[in-house]
């Protein structure tokens, strides 16, 4: 199994605790981001691809191209929070003001909280699904001068330091205590003078109310179907959604 | 009887030395045809003349631009950061062992000093997000420390100890006939320092300059962390930047196989190897020339 970053530390708890109700049972897993567990997909060297995205168009092509066929599971649901320092003016943003700061358009607080400084964005690589997920989600290309950091506890310790600092992770990592003391996680408003939404709020991800949430996917090889049936239904098990949703994911029933 | 089993030793030893000789020539060989190669389908594709005066670096966006000069620029400022710190640390402490401290002394620093280049460049790196950056940040009143300067130091710790050694090996192989005969006119030791032993042993000091410049270039994972890989063209010390190496790392893991995009990531791999290649060469020119003069 071979895929996101976001997934890796939750595919990890399920396996471990797969292990203790079925001990022949061996899965190896690893991280690298959504691109490079489909990348894997298709070269045959993963059975399962996780991904905090759906495929691209491209991919999607070359599945096919090379007579590839794959199933789809939705497991979990992620939200993205966007994170400030604890002394941060406002509590909440609107889209629109967000993603005029992600693209670079503003360049200084001034008329968002006062502070005549200029914007810090600490933002995932290119690589990162979560990367993709905002940008695609607000349909911009990021700033140049957004700083591009190696994983979530990057991001949240440069944010730690910087009062200028805006970053964004998986809410599964701050709720996990991730975050600590000194980060504060904005409510985001879809509309000017909206209701805001906080993605540790569960009965709005329920709801798919909050607006930087999505399904967290495994694409799985058709042919190893059979070889990892029992570890999905695993993850569909009581014990499983128990892991998932401890691990800071929400689980949205299917209907 | 015995000596044809000694012969055949002989002759199998030399078969087998012969082969992992050619062997590690066999693999350079491969990894330069390799990135010549890929090299190539991408000036198929771009001019040579964009690559290198554009000044954006942007492989994502729908008009792909393929700039190296952001990326150079941004590598060039690290490393000649790095070594404005580490080459008067590095000479000065390289003097201090060779000429003015004691053996005892010297025995406990030069393994401390070497042990240096075995930390971990991730280990560094961490360092530069957690301690080195909010540092920075607090005494230039910037609001964050993930810049240029934070990799320069860094880097400048990790080629300390290449440049210790080689300048403390030519400082000391330095005949003592030369410093004798500078105290015999006179000279204290310090004019003797400054004015024979670091003059006799220039060639032998460039190269360790130029070794620690090959280390600075080619590290990767410690700019990747501390330097804070924003893609905008580089304005100064206190600005963030993203190196060829960094760039490769992050975006390497990601892009699809055979686009322009891949063979980009190759064509700027190449140019890191070309001048990695030449500043090593130029060190060890000088290493041999060193060698030659102390052979006299």
Redesign the interface.
């Known amino acids: 199994m071979k895929g996101s970053d976001t997934e890796v530390n939750l595919a990890v708890s399920l396996a471990e605790n797969f292990y203790k109700i079925q001990d022949d049972f061996s899965i190896a897993i690893t991280g690298?981001?959504s691109?490079?567990g489909i990348?894997s997909l298709l070269n045959r060297e993963a059975d399962i691809a996780n991904s905090s995205r759906p495929l691209n168009a491209?991919e999607d092509s070359?599945l096919k191209a090379r007579g590839i066929k794959i199933r789809t599971v939705v497991f979990a649901e992620d939200a993205t929070a966007f994170v400030v320092q604890k002394k941060f003016a406002i509590d909440s943003i609107d889209v629109e003001t967000l993603t005029k700061i992600l693209s670079g358009q503003i360049k200084t607080w001034k008329n968002i909280t006062g502070l005549d400084?200029?914007v810090?964005i600490y933002g995932r690589?290119?690589?990162s699904g979560t990367h993709s997920f905002v940008s695609k989600k607000l349909n911009v290309?990021f700033?140049?001068?957004?700083?591009?950091?190696?994983g979530n506890a990057?991001i949240l310790?440069?944010v730690r330091?910087?009062?200028?600092?805006i970053g964004y992770v998986g809410a599964g990592y701050i709720l996990q205590g991730g975050g600590g003391q000194d980060i504060k996680v904005l409510k985001i408003a879809e509309m000017p003078g909206g209701t805001a939404v906080s993605p540790l709020d569960e009965k709005a991800i329920l709801e798919r109310r909050y607006y930087f949430q999505r399904p967290l996917y495994q694409f799985i090889a058709a042919s190893s179907w059979n070889k990892v049936a029992a570890f999905i239904a695993f993850e569909k098990s009581l014990a499983g959604q128990k892991i998932i949703k401890a691990s800071g994911y929400y689980i949205i029933p299917e209907n | 009887m015995k000596l044809l089993v000694r012969e055949r030793m002989d002759n199998i030893s030399k078969l087998i030395f012969r082969t992992t000789g050619l062997l590690v020539i066999l693999i350079l060989g491969g990894i330069f045809i390799m990135l010549l190669w890929n090299t190539i389908a991408f000036f198929i594709k771009v001019k040579p003349f964009d690559f290198i005066t554009s000044t954006?670096w942007?492989p994502?966006?729908i008009t792909a631009t393929y700039g190296i000069l952001p990326l150079l620029v941004s590598t060039t400022l690290v490393t000649i950061g790095a070594m404005l710190i580490a080459i008067p640390l590095g000479i000065g402490t390289a003097a201090f062992l060779s000429d003015y401290a004691g053996k005892r002394l010297k025995n406990i620093l030069k393994p401390v000093i070497e042990m240096l280049a075995a930390v971990p460049s991730v280990a560094i790196g961490f360092l530069g997000?957690?301690v080195l950056?909010?540092g920075i940040?607090q005494l230039t009143g910037q609001?964050?420390?993930?810049n240029a300067l934070n990799g320069a130091i860094l880097l400048s710790i990790m080629s300390l100890p290449t440049i210790i050694t080689v300048t403390e090996d030519a400082l000391h192989g330095v005949p003592d006939t030369y410093r004798e005969a500078s105290y015999g006119v006179g000279a204290s030791k310090w004019q003797t320092l400054l004015k024979v032993t670091i003059p006799a042993a220039a060639p032998g000091i460039l190269a360790a300059v130029m070794l620690g410049v090959g280390r600075a270039i080619g590290e990767t994972m410690t700019v990747?962390?501390a330097t804070?890989?924003?893609?905008?063209f580089p304005k100064d010390f206190f600005h963030?930047v993203?190196t060829i190496t960094a760039t490769i790392a992050?975006?390497m893991?990601?892009v699809?196989?055979q686009t322009t995009h891949y063979y980009a990531l190759f064509a700027i791999a190449a140019v890191l190897f070309l001048i990695t290649l030449v500043v090593n060469l130029v060190g060890e020119h000088y290493v041999n020339k060193y060698r030659k003069y102390q052979a006299a």
């Open positions: 690298g981001g691109g490079l990348a491209d070359m400084i200029p810090n690589q290119s690589n290309s700033s140049r001068e957004a700083k591009e950091m190696n990057q310790e440069g330091m910087d009062v200028s600092g | 954006q942007n994502s966006s997000i957690v950056g909010p940040a609001s964050n420390g993930l990747l962390m804070g890989n924003a893609s905008a963030s993203r992050i975006e893991g990601e699809p196989y």
